[in-house]
């Protein structure tokens, strides 16, 4: 057989067409149905989830490839979603709402989609839309942990302490070694006045999870304004040792630290021999 072979291809379908070269002959391309197009789009938008996983791909290559994956398959979810989490792996919550937000428009019921959604208002401080989210996937998944967390959370910025402990202890009688739940009921304490509580909530987390970093320093926070104050160094050196992300203040506000412990911290983390936990 003389002369080269002549290729063609169809972009990001995985599809050749090829034909010999010939005077009267053209290549031969074929042609795809809508819900062909659109089976490619989500098995495409699953590969580059997998990928980007396993770390295979870049984050740019990954979120053009998944934009591609949601063009081909505008109707379904999955690649919107698929998207919203690659969003979030670069920390871009404005993108990833916008993803997830065409996911909701196409799967409104869809208990996941209104979590993450849920989630991600309550990140960039919009409470009401927090709530609306949260309590719409719970009125469809009511068990689930994490939303029953965030709804507590959000009560919890916004102030409301008794419906945050209630949100807390359903999550609580799901997953009765959920600590986060059990710390935060310690948080709302402490901003409550109720310090032996709070105490009580933080040393069952630890008891839990021995290297929770947090509760740990909590605790560490109540030994040194109590007046034990070596006692109260030496278990924040411990917590710091763990994750020293908790030495800044930014990262406790962060995680839900109200104003009274926050001030309570402060001389804390000010003691000299943690000043090493606190440099980058």
Do not use: C
């Not at 689930?144 to 959000?154: A, D, K, M, R, S």
């Not at 109260?232 to 050196?237: L, N, T």
Request: charged share 20%; no cysteine; glycine share 6%.
């Amino acid at each position: 057989m003389k002369g080269k072979l002549a290729w063609g291809w169809v972009v990001g379908l995985g599809v050749l067409a090829w034909a010999l070269p010939g005077p009267a002959m053209v290549p031969y391309v074929l042609e795809l149905r809508p819900e062909q197009l659109e089976a490619q789009g989500v098995d495409l938008a699953r590969e580059v989830g997998v990928l980007s996983e396993v770390q295979a791909l870049d984050g740019k290559r990954a979120i053009a490839n998944a934009r591609l994956a949601t063009q081909l398959a505008p109707n379904r979810f999955e690649p919107w979603v698929i998207l919203a989490q690659l969003y979030l792996r670069q920390d871009d919550l404005k993108q990833a709402t916008n993803a997830l937000q065409e996911a909701y428009k196409i799967a409104p019921d869809n208990p996941g989609i209104l979590f993450t959604l849920g989630s991600l208002a309550l990140r960039q401080d919009n409470y009401p839309q927090a709530l609306r989210y949260l309590q719409a996937g719970l009125a469809i998944k009511p068990d689930n942990v994490e939303g029953l967390f965030n709804l507590g959370n959000t009560y919890l910025k916004l102030n409301q302490y008794p419906q945050a402990i209630a949100q807390y202890e359903k999550a609580i009688a799901q997953d009765k070694k959920f600590w986060p739940a059990i710390n935060n009921i310690g948080l709302v304490n402490f901003e409550m006045g109720d310090r032996e509580s709070a105490r009580r909530h933080w040393q069952a987390s630890v008891k839990i999870d021995p290297k929770a970093a947090e509760p740990m320093l909590a605790i560490a926070v109540l030994y040194y304004t109590q007046g034990q104050k070596q006692k109260g160094i030496q278990m924040a050196e411990e917590a710091l040792k763990i994750d020293r992300r908790y030495g800044k203040i930014p990262f406790l506000i962060e995680n839900l630290w109200g104003a009274k412990l926050i001030a309570a911290t402060k001389p804390l983390l000010a003691e000299p021999s943690l000043k090493r936990f606190l440099t980058d």
